[in-house]
């Protein structure tokens, strides 16, 4: 790529235009100071609202990156520019917008030519809004991600996918009644994030799915714990999400189930990836994926999720009556602790990170030996 001599240093490739990972770039590092400036003002702000400043305000807390994107302006430069079109914008990107940039442009259907017919019949009926670098990205994750089978049936809702600025809210999330999916283009626009959005989107519109596990749920707790498990099986490694840190972990010393600390969320993630991927460390897919769910949620951490209505799994047990409830309490009668040795221990009924999925003689061995834990 060669740059050219500009008033405002503006690379260019070899046809003259500025490169669309370039003007990405300068958008993010742009916006990313002043985001650093914006905070560093509010934070002042707020002491001199605690410290009773007269005339002090606190000022709302802004993704400056979302904020732009989400509001177009009156002039919109294409994506494909020159230095000479985007100077002004590359001067202070707040001035106007360039296309796919910092303003949604059309969707698009631009599929890789290497993929294959049918494939590329499903992707057709696939919207995306993004530029074409990240478009061709989502297309091929999803290529990877899911069988044809299950791309068509993404295919079949019609739906608008979206990479953009998000903000701090959220890196992915699932609109229902616009059949839309958004991803964040800086921290959610990876395998794991796509796995977990698209899961939301099957559970909720799949007629060939019938099992309550693997279909969309009303309350919370069920529906995000078992996509987080559906995401799991999908994807060739474990997510760190901040799921695993409001899962319920049992303390023997104190007899409270209390939250996860940050080292205990990042094993209980990484058991549970080898849990739903059978120990191959590497993403499933079809109806090999949804069999892996159905058949180890209850066993995994995941399904300890907790929420104001409890853990996932207690909820499911009450609702449904498919799953053991989770307990910890200790045996109430000489009959009760009788039953209770032959219950076997799983890592959701044991209620911590390490521990068996097999009761072998009535003592808890740890589930991933291989790792010295």
Known sequence: MATVGTHYGIPVDEDGHVPEEELLKHFRNVMAGRQREYDRRRREAELEVIAGVPDAHRMPNINLAKRDYDSTSDTVIPLQC?????AVWWKDPTCCDVQDIDTAGPPKTNIPRDMTLEQRRSQGRIKVVATPSEEAKLRRELVMTYTPEDLRRIAETNPTIAVKPTGVAYSGRYVPSRTRIEFDRKDGFDQTTIAHEAGHLLRDRDPHRDDVITTRNPEIGIEE????????????????????????????????????T????????????????????????????????????????????FTSRGMAVNVMARE????????????????????????????????????????KGGR??????????
């Open 82 to 86: 020159t230095p000479e079109q985007v």
């Open 225 to 260: 714990s078992c996509t987080v498990a559906e995401q799991m099986a999908r994807s060739d490694k474990p997510d760190y999400t901040g799921y695993y840190m409001s899962v319920a972990v049992y303390d023997e010393r104190k007899h409270v189930w209390r939250k996860a």
């Open 262 to 305: 940050r080292s205990e969320a990042r094993r209980m993630a990484e058991e549970d990836h080898d849990l739903f991927t059978y120990g191959r460390g590497k993403g499933l897919k079809g109806d090999e994926a949804l069999r892996s769910v159905e058949q180890n949620w209850a066993k995994s951490h995941i399904a300890r999720l």
């Open 320 to 359: 449904y009556g498919n799953v053991e409830k989770v307990t910890m309490a200790k045996p109430r009668s000489v009959r009760a602790e009788e039953e209770n040795r032959n219950v076997t221990i799983t890592n959701a009924t044991a209620g911590m990170p390490g521990v068996a999925s097999a009761n």
């Open 364 to 373: 808890q061995i740890t589930l991933f030996g291989r790792r010295g834990r």
